[in-house]
């Protein structure tokens, strides 16, 4: 397997297809894809800015979308890339987020360490609020409550 750079429109339209429960994202800092030896993508991650509130933007970068189509090692060895390449840009750490029912395997063969579970829900913004930014949040994707796994450089 080899890392290969992505646009965000090559990534998307991958996790279009393949993602088990997100749509693609909206924006990026960077896109990088798992190609197999005969070049044929098998598993992407998008890096973003950290969607939490909570995180120092300038500081932490942010798996927000990964997926394969099911290419043995391929998370594991993008999760890895995506680190390496975050501490090569300067960022002090990289974290990402799973569903409870996710085992984390790629995760912690990556080098990652579990760092804590949400509460899950949606960002309870006033409706005001609300109308002031995009809208209202989506509910469309999984609310439940997440690990947040963390690599720090």
């Known amino acids: 397997m080899k890392v290969v750079p992505l646009t965000l429109k090559q990534a998307n339209a991958f996790i279009e297809e393949h993602h088990r429960h997100h749509k693609p994202v909206h924006g990026h800092r960077f896109s990088i894809g798992a190609a ?35 290419s043995q090692n391929a998370c594991s060895f993008l999760y890895a890339a995506a680190a390496r390449t975050a501490k090569a840009m300067g960022f002090e750490s990289i974290q990402t987020y799973t569903l409870l029912s996710e085992p984390g395997t790629s995760l912690r063969a990556a080098g990652w360490r579990l760092d ?36 720090e450089f």
């Open 36 to 70: 197999d030896d005969d070049g044929q993508l098998v598993a992407v991650c998008c890096i973003g800015r950290p969607v939490s509130r909570g995180c120092a933007p300038y500081h932490v970068a942010e798996v927000t979308r990964l997926a394969s189509d099911g």
């Open 116 to 151: 804590g579970t949400t509460k899950g829900g949606d960002w309870n913004v006033s409706a005001n609020k609300r109308r002031e930014y995009a809208g209202p949040r989506r509910t469309d994707q999984p609310q439940e409550p997440k690990n947040r796994w963390v690599k």
